[in-house]
């Protein structure tokens, strides 16, 4: 197979699923002659033209609203947000409009729309480095997908662009150079279901997006101090497929939730609720939970190094959580 | 037509010398108006009685605008609409018994008993809603207008709001994108005077509403929303331009709302005068007016459509009793389209 990167990996599913489809068409700022801010459509412009690839203001409620509404009518609009951060200023249109629309009007309406947008950060300072995709999967009515490797991406993506349902797909900035193994030929991911990505008998990691790959990093350090870390990536936050987590935790009996967002009313929570209540006898401890500092992002790079889990803190709990 | 030029009454109820309107439109409009003031009528009372929960807001005083707009729209042209929304969807001859039913929170409703008074819906019909979150639906109108254009369709969006909805972002946003786009969408400025409460004067830096166009430089219009005629002829003349090539159009229709913002409005915030003096100019007492002096029906036949539209209402009112409240089993229903 071939190793494409994560971002060839997401411009691969949406130049093929526009290709297979007319009615799909992408709006965000700065996605046609620009290119893509982080040079995701980059050549679409010139492929497509003006009517599918459309450079909108910066205005993120009109974004996501017309999209909304390009759906309702028709249209399979991939509506890009720059970042998770100005999805902010169209949270109205997302959470009152896109997710609502289907069922407040009895099913006869339907919204088959993909907001991508990526978390990240990289010295960006407090507004433009958050993660914020607890906030969407708090929504019912709204798929919420979050893929951390190129495959899953690809995969997921095409499903997302193929639903009838709203999708947020959520990128990040600091993945889209990752290699890995991605097919020619074509193929689809379901959205929905967890995917173990190491197997182990001593400890439960869950993870998804950039985490996941700290959290591989550190069941490496660890499997050579003879401590099998089993890594599950849930690749779609809502609905959340804990099946996989709760088999692993029957065998390791502890589990560790690594996110990159706040702790305080995250994924993590909701996830480390499910665990005890659904396999509470299976547990030798507390579930535990690791995410950013509690404080907005600072710019300086030293004091930016310090907010996230890494290699080393995440082995270090892990080693605490076996001792 | 410069951008911030009302346009010309010409043919409006006082100033035409005859009413560019059939007969059977004259008393078509007559009887959609006398519909809709006793369909809120009886859901007022249905309110007071607790049949009718949460916000139920009427439309009486207004009706003019919805009957003159639908009548210039095609039945095909796509509408979206705020949540005072009754008349729209009466306008468009959607069945009473089903409007009716949904404000009772039944499973006969429009939408199942799941959208209530102000999400009135009825896609078949190309009405795609009422919408809640003021000046929300706006960026909705110019997607569901740029679904039509990609698609190469000839209908346009007509969307409906208050003055109120042209005070926040989603109005400037949405309207600046259906500009740069060339959008086919209509904009019907309901200006009642009051956002909830507060006069227009006291949140609005321009008072004039339809001068708001001219952020975007598109044309606009101002018509006295208490005349069905003028309405009709605006909402046609500005829907035939954007049809035809001329992008987004808005039409800024001055009304008055005669009831609360909604049930138990103590309305502290205008006089008793005040809503007595604009009484006097009531749509549905304008067109009968026009009609008979026209000779375009007699009073007889007027009368006898407003025993016919009582019975209607009736009729709905029952329907809307008797229709049984949703199955427990349909409350996860619909969150998602299955796949």
């Known amino acids: ?323 | 037509m410069a951008p911030t030029s009302p346009l010309r009454l010409r043919d409006s109820v006082e100033d035409a010398p005859g009413i560019d309107a059939t007969a059977e439109e004259a008393v078509d409009w007559f009887r959609k108006m006398a519909l809709i003031r006793r369909f809120e009528e009886r859901a007022e009372e249905a309110y007071g009685r607790g049949k009718i929960g949460g916000f139920l807001h009427l439309y009486i005083g207004e009706e003019a605008i919805a009957v003159g707009a639908m009548a210039a729209l095609q039945p095909e042209d796509d509408v979206i609409t705020h949540y005072r929304d009754h008349g729209y969807v009466l306008a468009r001859g959607v069945d009473p018994k089903r409007a009716m039913a949904e404000l009772f929170g039944k499973a006969t409703g429009l939408s199942k008993g799941k959208g209530g008074s102000m999400h009135l819906a009825d896609v078949k019909r190309h009405l795609w809603g009422g919408y809640a979150i003021v000046g929300g639906h706006i960026p909705v109108a110019a997607g569901l207008a740029l679904a039509n254009q990609y698609r190469n369709l000839p209908q346009v969006v007509a969307c409906f709001f208050g003055e109120g909805a042209t005070n926040a972002g989603s109005f400037y946003s949405g309207l600046n994108l259906a500009a740069v786009w060339k959008l086919p969408l209509v904009s019907i400025v309901e200006n009642n005077r009051y956002g909830m409460g507060t006069a227009v004067e006291r949140a609005s830096a321009v008072c004039d509403v339809y001068r708001k166009a001219s952020a975007f430089d598109i044309p606009a219009a101002r018509v006295d929303g208490n005349d069905v005629l003028a309405v009709r002829n605006a909402v046609r003349r500005m829907a035939d331009r954007s049809r035809d090539g001329g992008g987004p159009q808005l039409i800024e229709a001055t009304t008055y709302r005669f009831r609360g913002h909604s049930m138990g409005d103590p309305q502290r915030y205008r006089t008793k005068e005040e809503v007595e003096e604009a009484k006097t100019r009531d749509p549905i007492a304008r067109w009968r007016h026009a009609v008979l002096e026209n000779d375009l029906a007699t009073e007889d036949e007027l009368r006898k459509i407003v025993d016919e539209v009582d019975a209607e209402v009736e009729e709905a009112v029952r329907f809307a009793e008797n229709s049984p409240a949703p199955d427990p089993g349909e409350l996860c229903n619909d969150v998602l389209v299955a796949e």
């Open chain 1, 1 to 323: 197979m071939a190793q494409k990167t994560y971002r060839d990996a997401v411009r691969e599913a949406l130049r093929e699923e526009m290709l297979r489809d007319e009615n799909v068409l992408i709006l965000g700022e700065e996605v046609g002659v620009w290119g893509g801010t982080y040079a995701v459509t980059r050549g679409f412009h010139g492929e497509f033209g003006d009517k599918r690839i459309r450079d909108t203001p910066i205005a993120e409620e009109a974004i996501v609203g017309a999209a909304v509404g390009a759906a309702m009518g028709g249209l399979r609009p991939v509506a890009e947000l720059m970042t998770i951060n100005f999805s902010l200023v169209a949270i109205d249109q997302i959470v009152n409009n896109a997710a609502k629309i289907h069922a407040m009007f009895g099913s006869q309406a339907r919204v088959p729309l993909v907001i991508r947008t990526p978390a990240g950060w990289g010295q960006l300072a407090a507004t433009h480095s958050q993660s914020l995709e607890s906030w969407f999967a708090h929504v019912p009515g709204l798929l919420v997908v979050m893929p951390s490797t190129p495959y899953d991406a690809k995969g997921l993506l095409k499903t997302a662009i193929r639903s009838d349902n709203p999708v947020m797909f959520i990128e990040h900035s600091r993945l889209y150079g990752v290699k890995g193994e991605v097919p020619d030929a074509e193929y689809t991911l379901p959205i929905g279901v967890s995917d173990v990505k190491r197997t182990g008998r001593d400890v439960t990691i869950v993870s998804w997006s950039r985490m996941l790959h700290v959290a591989l990093g550190a069941a490496e350090t660890l499997a050579k101090a003879g401590i099998e870390c089993e890594v599950i990536d849930l690749r779609t936050l809502r609905p959340l497929d804990l099946a996989p987590v709760y088999d692993s935790v029957e065998k390791t009996h502890r589990a560790l939730i690594v996110e990159e967002d706040w702790t305080t009313c995250g994924m993590g929570a909701e996830i480390a609720a499910r665990i005890g209540r659904d396999r509470f006898d299976s547990l030798d401890g507390p579930v535990e939970r690791m995410g950013q500092v509690e404080v907005p992002m600072p710019y300086a790079k030293n004091l930016e190094e310090l907010m996230f889990p890494d290699e080393v803190s995440v082995a270090e709990k892990v080693m605490k959580m076996v001792a």
